[in-house]
């Protein structure tokens, strides 16, 4: 076994979209991941460490969810590339692990034949068994193992049922459910074509029956257009295939289906054998859930309903933990203060790197129930759901459901939302969602609007259930989404016209999500959270304290020091420029440094309030009331109102402040011409929306 092992490094594990795949994947990695991309493409890479026992450990990658070989999208492509080995840099596996929808075994059956076609040594994953059991479709898993020649276990992913035998099955597992003869037939004239044109291949390009087989299905079924920019093969095998098209298409066949028919006439006959379907009376429970939660009306009223209990409780129930937070660092900021003697470096410790962090990393229990929330819609099935409905309105705007997943998946970072729309199969509506993801609220915009909701906002009822906080958050992410789909429309009408594409979307079974599985997105967040807290936000903090603390006044108030200082000479330029939108010298710095990141305008503050105020207590509390009070020197006014907080809140709904999601608008465009007109859109549309707001609140007398 031990001699069997050191030849298999690496396994692969596939599956269909809403399979349970990543779940399953969780269950046998645990916390031993790392997520990357893969070479040359924006694809996120995902690998695990499973321990076979007796010292035995293996790499298992996650690749993204297919339906086939036969790739359609960047996703599908990477997949099929991974699994035959055409990706430089990343190892072929030796063995793969395909989940299967047991509720659903004749579809996803055929991308289980594709692979078996492919040679590749492969062990099938039941999964959800049980939601297939409430269905009444019962598996004989002995006999399904027959049919296919491969090993299969029963899985349950969600409760960890079958992951050990699982484990065990890929320690013992054989080579020899490789090299199976092709079981699915081609009708005779297709089969004769189909077969010349493979000796043809193998004759001229050295291919093996096996490749070559598979090259002549692609040959087959191109199009007139696609055959015509296939130079990789031989002039004389182009002109074969052009008369193969014209046979073909004489005798009446579909060349585009025929393929795909044949292989689902097998899978049936399998299915026929191996499974056995009990009569259900009435309508299952997910039939009856969304007789409602898809209903026109009462539909977009639960989705509305879910956000308003989601934001509501980002205040609520995060309210303790950020308080731990807060005093924790208060009591590290004493005890730092107490052992460091008075003078720079204790200011620079204190009010410089501490502070900064501070201010962002109190707001991460308030981030990681963001992620919860949208971890659980997800899983559950909902999210699907939420596409349905959101499709009607998404048509308005010229674009479909699926677009509307991407913009959902925004809420937590328009990054993954960006690359999300690799599903959408036009190019123009793939890139009108990408240009309107970023007006999505991200998770690094929760800790803006927070600190400005706590600062200005009152914490009175609304409809005795939910608080003012709670609905101006809401407002937040639903100006973000009522700006997207504008923009889509305007979008879809001028520069990226097309007509309304068809939605089509499979609704998995409604499922309890697996703990294990959340508890794990919420973890890989929070170390990416810390990560940047003590990286990128340390050192932005660190060297605004610098700019903010010099040169140093030899007598002066800390206020005169501040706005004296290379920091606010700096926003003192960029004032006139703000002015206009309520915003001073000091918001100004804010607005400037979170350009990298959004998360950084609340360091900003934080550090600027402390140097301007060393007597005051530190932490993020502090920081409200310093903010609350205040005031111009010259003038005595105030620098925040409710309504500065309110225009500021919707800047940064609308600016495009992180770079990172830039440069993954570049990788995914391909050029710079798409990123720089997002950037430009979107700051014109920030500019432009807080200015009227700004100026419709003083004529109704918010400005004070």
């Known amino acids: 076994m031990r001699d069997q092992h050191s030849r298999v490094q690496h396994i692969a594990i596939i599956g269909n979209p809403n399979s349970g795949k990543t779940t399953l994947f969780n269950s046998l990695t645990g916390l031993r991941q790392k997520v990357g991309n893969y070479p040359g493409v924006t694809v996120e890479k995902k690998e695990g460490r499973i321990d076979l026992g007796s010292g035995l450990e293996v790499t298992l990658i996650d690749l993204p969810g297919t339906y086939s070989l036969t790739p359609n999208s960047p996703d599908e492509k990477v997949a099929t590339d991974i699994l035959l080995g055409r990706i430089q840099h990343t190892p072929t596996p030796q063995l793969v692990i395909c989940v299967v929808d047991a509720s659903n075994l004749e579809r996803n059956l055929y991308l289980v034949s594709q692979i078996i076609d492919r040679n590749r040594p492969v062990i099938i994953a039941l999964n959800m068994i049980d939601v297939a059991g409430e269905q009444g479709t019962k598996i004989n898993v002995k006999a399904l193992e027959r049919e296919l020649g491969v090993t299969v276990v029963p899985t349950v992913a969600s409760k960890g049922m079958g992951v050990a035998e699982l484990r065990d099955a890929l320690t013992h597992h054989s080579s020899t459910s490789a090299g199976r003869n092709r079981q699915w037939q081609l009708p005779e004239p297709v089969h004769e074509e189909c077969q010349e044109l493979v000796g043809l291949l193998q004759s001229h390009h050295k291919l093996t029956a096996n490749d070559a087989f598979h090259e002549a299905i692609a040959l087959l079924t191109s199009s007139t257009s696609i055959l015509e920019r296939m130079d990789r093969f031989a002039p004389e095998i182009i002109e074969h295939v052009r008369k193969d098209h014209q046979k073909l298409d004489f005798l009446g066949f579909d060349r585009q289906s025929v393929f795909v028919e044949s292989r689902y006439i097998w899978i049936k006959n399998v299915c026929s054998k191996v499974v056995t379907q009990s009569k259900q009376t009435g309508l299952t429970t997910s039939d009856q859930i969304d007789q409602i939660v898809t209903h026109r009306i009462w539909g ?195 520069l990226l016209k097309s007509g309304t594409p068809i939605f089509i979307m499979e609704l998995p079974p409604y499922r309890l999500p697996s703990l294990t599985s959340l508890l794990m997105q919420m973890w890989e967040r929070s170390v990416l959270f810390l990560k940047n807290a ?171």
């Not at 970072?413 to 199969?425: D, F, L, Q, S, V």
């Not at 915009?445 to 906002?457: C, W």
């Not at 350009?595 to 600027?608: D, M």
Request: charged share 10%.
């Open 300 to 494: 977009f009223l639960v989705f509305l309903g879910l956000m308003a209990v989601m934001f509501q409780s980002i205040f609520s129930w995060a309210n303790i933990p950020m308080q731990l937070i807060a005093d924790g660092f208060d009591w590290a900021g004493a005890q730092i203060t107490a052992f460091l003697p008075a003078g720079d470096v204790q200011d620079l410790v204190v009010n410089g790197g501490l502070a900064g962090v501070a201010a962002v990393v109190t707001f991460l229990p308030q981030i990681l129930l963001l992620f919860l929330f949208l971890g659980v819609l997800e899983d559950s099935g909902y999210m699907a759901r939420a596409a349905f409905i959101m499709d009607r309105l998404m048509s308005k705007v010229g674009l479909h459901g699926k677009s509307f997943i991407p913009l959902l998946s925004s809420f937590a970072c328009a990054i993954p939302g960006i690359m999300a729309t690799r599903t959408i199969e036009n190019p123009k509506d793939r890139l009108v969602t990408m240009l309107v993801a970023p007006l999505m609220s991200c998770s690094a915009r929760l800790p803006v609007y927070t600190l400005l909701i706590a600062a200005f906002i009152p914490n009175t009822s609304v409809l005795g259930i939910f608080s003012l906080a709670g609905v101006t958050l809401l407002s937040m992410y639903l100006l973000g989404l009522v700006a997207a789909l504008t923009m889509a429309w305007l979008f879809k009408k001028t």
């Open 534 to 704: 003590g990286t990128i936000i340390l050192g932005v903090s660190i060297v605004l304290w610098f700019l903010a603390s010099y040169p140093r006044l030899e007598n002066g108030t800390p206020s005169q020091q501040l706005e004296q200082s290379f920091a606010g000479k700096a926003g003192k330029v960029i004032e006139p420029l703000i002015k206009p939108l309520g915003f001073d010298w000091k918001i100004g710095i804010g607005l400037v440094s979170s350009l990298l990141q959004r998360e950084v305008f609340v360091s900003t503050i934080g550090t600027i309030y402390n140097i301007q105020d060393k007597n005051s207590e530190n932490g993020s509390v502090s920081l409200h009331k310093q903010m609350r009070d205040d005031r111009d020197p010259l003038t005595g006014t105030p620098t925040f109102t409710v309504l500065t907080g309110i225009c500021l809140m919707i800047y940064y709904v609308l600016a495009m402040q992180c770079m990172s999601t830039v440069a993954v608008m570049r990788r995914e465009t391909n050029g710079w011409k798409w990123p720089l007109f997002q950037i430009g859109y979107m700051t014109v549309l920030a500019y432009s929306v807080t200015f009227v707001v700004y100026r419709v609140g003083l004529v109704w007398g918010f400005g004070g």
